[in-house]
């Protein structure tokens, strides 16, 4: 019995875990550690959202992808979920929607911090 309970506390340590685990990674870039995706793509907000709302169109997400969240995603402390201009689910940190920059392909890129002066890297 008592091996019953441990094995049980174990799966449900395991899971409560795994479903607490944030979006994004924290990565070493030259303007310092910023929020990334799991591939380690740079994220960032942009000025001209309102908070909890992106203002990013469909013509902007080409530019700016949206850092989706897949169907399964809860909204978790300073972590929260906003609709795209494409009407999927992205992910908000502190109320902003974050963005990766389609120029960026590597791991540690910052290429779009500030462009236009509204685009900046999440910084952590």
């Not at 949206?66 to 940190?93: E, I, R, T």
């Amino acid at each position: 019995m008592k091996t019953l309970l441990i094995a049980m506390s174990l799966l449900a340590a395991t899971t409560l875990t795994a479903f607490a685990a944030e979006p994004a990674k924290t990565v070493e870039t030259k303007a310092g550690k910023v929020l990334a995706t799991e591939k380690g793509l740079t994220l960032y907000t942009f000025d001209k959202d309102a908070k909890g709302k992106s203002n990013c169109d469909a013509d902007c997400l080409k530019k700016w992808p949206a850092f989706h969240a897949d169907a399964k995603a809860k909204a978790m402390g300073k972590w929260s979920l906003v609709k795209a201009a494409d009407g999927k689910d992205m992910w908000a940190y502190d109320g902003k929607p974050l963005y990766t920059f389609a120029k960026d392909t590597k791991e540690g890129e910052t290429g779009g911090d500030g462009v236009g002066s509204v685009w900046h890297v999440v910084k952590q």
